[in-house]
């Protein structure tokens, strides 16, 4: 098999969380930053921010975001947090990402989400990476108050940093079909969404965050088990935000063979390549590719098409769009 050359390849995310994606550098920073002392060495911080290999599901993979979320609870954190993670990805190769996190997760100090947001729309300015962000909501019982301010602030910073809002936390134990009303607010004020569906829960997740207007789907892997559900992601062009190793360390798929990206696109539907989260799952955007590559024999022609449908499908304005094509040739 040939190796992928990613260096004439313009790189994109559309799924990255930032309380999942922070740099080993990082985090030191934002210990000293937060005037905490750092009694670990650098093993135990990445024990405490990655899984291991014996992760049993999504509810333990979730618990990777407690101490990183414990670091951003000021302003001056999430501005540093943001723009060191768009400087990595720049680096990289990246060309544009779109960063996700949950403004209601960072006002444990006191900082209101408005605040959080603008903090990291700030960051974000700093950064030369071409980018925006995702507000997410979170699935929850007692956090609908939290979900419709989020909803508010997206608003509020709409196409000035804010592209989206998003629903994420635990698929399995909150159903998509209780957050209709979240995302009836969202359409009434125009605010474009995704919704993580089709991960922990199955095909009729996707189904609900399609009849919600959903432009995109956070993972969606398991629509292969619904012809229909295929046929309307391919029909209304709903993009899949696939991110194949946080689905093995989710213990969705036991190996990558069986991940069904093949499947999906013999459907029609349309698949961009993500992270997710570059700490917890121990990944970056290279690897994401290069293991599909080797697994499904996708070579640099196919790379720049899920490159291409990235861009295409991202909540960028068109202007920015039609640039990024043209300048990085992925036609
Ligand atoms: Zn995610």
Redesign the pocket.
Same mark, same amino acid.
């Given at each position: 098999m040939k190796k992928i050359n990613f260096n004439n390849i313009g790189l994109v995310d559309l799924?990255l969380?930032l309380d999942?994606s922070l740099s080993l550098n990082s985090v030191k920073s934002l210990i000293r930053l937060n005037g905490m002392k750092n009694c670990y060495n650098d093993d135990e911080l990445l024990n405490k921010l990655q899984v291991s290999d014996g992760c049993k599901d999504l509810n333990e993979y979730l618990e990777k975001f407690d101490f990183p979320l414990t670091l951003l609870q000021t302003e001056e954190s999430l501005k540093l947090a943001v723009h060191n993670l768009l400087d990595e990805l720049k680096m990289q190769g990246f060309i544009y990402a779109e960063v996700?996190f949950a403004p209601q997760f960072h006002t444990s100090n006191g900082m209101s989400q408005e605040q959080a947001v603008a903090a990291a729309i700030e960051g974000m300015k700093k950064a030369e990476l071409d980018s925006n962000l995702i507000l997410c909501c979170m699935r929850g019982t007692d956090n609908h108050e939290e979900n419709i301010e989020t909803v508010r602030v997206a608003k509020k910073f709409l196409n000035n940093g804010v592209a989206a809002i /998003?629903l994420?936390g635990a698929e399995g134990l909150f159903p998509t079909k209780d957050f209709r009303d979240i995302f009836e607010m969202a359409s009434e004020e125009g605010i474009p969404f995704t919704i993580?569906a089709g991960?922990a829960d199955d095909f009729k997740s996707v189904e609900d965050a399609i009849s919600f207007g959903a432009s995109r789907i956070?993972?969606g892997v398991r629509s292969v088990e619904n012809e229909k559900v295929l046929s309307e992601l391919a029909k209304k062009k709903i993009a899949l935000?696939l991110?194949p190793t946080?689905n093995l360390n989710t213990n969705i798929y036991k190996d990558i063979s069986e991940y069904p990206v093949k499947k999906l696109m013999d459907a029609g539907v349309i698949v961009t390549i993500n992270t /997710?989260?570059i700490m917890v799952s121990n990944t970056d955007i290279k690897k994401e590719l290069s293991m599909l590559a080797e697994t499904f024999g996708f070579d640099e022609a196919d790379i720049r098409r899920f490159e291409r449908n990235a861009i295409e499908c991202s909540f960028a304005d068109d202007e920015l769009k039609i640039k990024l094509i043209s300048k990085y040739k992925l036609q």
């Open positions: 799924h969380h999942g996700r /998003d994420a993580h991960e956070g993972h935000e991110c946080s /997710d989260n």
